[in-house]
Nanobody, 125 residues
Framework: VQLVESGGGLVQAGGSLKLSCAAS????????MGWFRQAPGKEREFVAA????????RYEDSVKGRFAISRDNAKNMLYLQMNNLKPDDTAVYYC???????????????????WGQGTRVTVSS
């Protein structure tokens, strides 16, 4: 099982980034997927989640209207489009997969079985 994030970097406030996560080693199309982030000195927090067929989406309140999660099951790829970035969005962003796919746990790290190594996003003011 492998989840590999990419697309992080340094961006000015108000800018945009698109994160990608390449999945392999499991049946991606039947897996609930999510993005989490961890800022220095803080706990890992939920950002967004998407069910296997993209029919359900969930976002953390502070990113609603700015971030969009999507997936391409044909390519085993997960994405996070981040617009109007703010300094508070600075963190390491992690891709996660849940084979249990229990939607009620989509916002909890404990609901996920697989994790990527993370990609760093830094937003300057």
């Amino acid at each position: 099982v492998q989840l590999v994030e990419s697309g992080g970097g340094l961006v000015q406030a108000g800018g945009s980034l698109k994160l990608s996560c390449a999945a392999s080693g499991f049946i991606f199309s039947s897996t609930m997927m999510g993005w989490f982030r961890q800022a220095p000195g803080k706990e890992r927090e939920f950002v967004a989640a998407i069910n296997s067929w993209s029919s359900f989406l969930r976002y953390e309140d502070s990113v609603k209207g700015r971030f969009a999660i999507s997936r391409d099951n044909a390519k085993n790829m997960l994405y996070l489009q981040m617009n109007n970035l703010k300094p508070d969005d600075t963190a390491v962003y992690y891709c996660a997969g849940s084979v249990r796919a229990i939607w009620e746990t989509a916002g909890q790290p404990e609901g996920y079985d697989y994790w990527g190594q993370g990609t760093r996003v830094t937003v300057s003011s």
